[in-house]
């Protein structure tokens, strides 16, 4: 199941193009994209109506020099935990 099957949505984006939503985040197609601004630093949260389990997570950036992705269970979007941090 992809993301954009799933029960799942795009609660928040730093920024938005009407050509290419931040709701393309879901989407598996490399054809299909968000386009950013280009202001730093741009941010997104994917909220899920329940928890699920990851196996695979895959991104596909152009000039992204740092990434952090981060976790939490609470129903409000606080209390986040780093689960990974790349950097250039």
């Known amino acids: 199941m992809t993301l954009a099957e799933s029960n799942v949505f ?8 009407q050509d290419y939503p931040p709701s393309n ?11 950013t601004t280009g202001l730093y630093p741009q941010e997104f949260i994917i909220t899920f109506k329940e928890p699920i389990e990851f196996r695979q997570i895959r991104f ?3 000039n992204v020099k740092r990434f952090v992705m981060f976790t939490t269970s ?3 979007p606080r209390n986040f935990d780093t689960i990974l941090e790349k950097s250039n």
């Open 25 to 35: 985040i879901l989407d598996p197609s490399d054809n299909v994209f968000w386009m």
């Open 60 to 62: 596909v950036t152009t």
């Open 10 to 17: 795009i609660s928040m984006s730093s920024s938005a193009d």
């Open 74 to 76: 609470n129903t409000e």
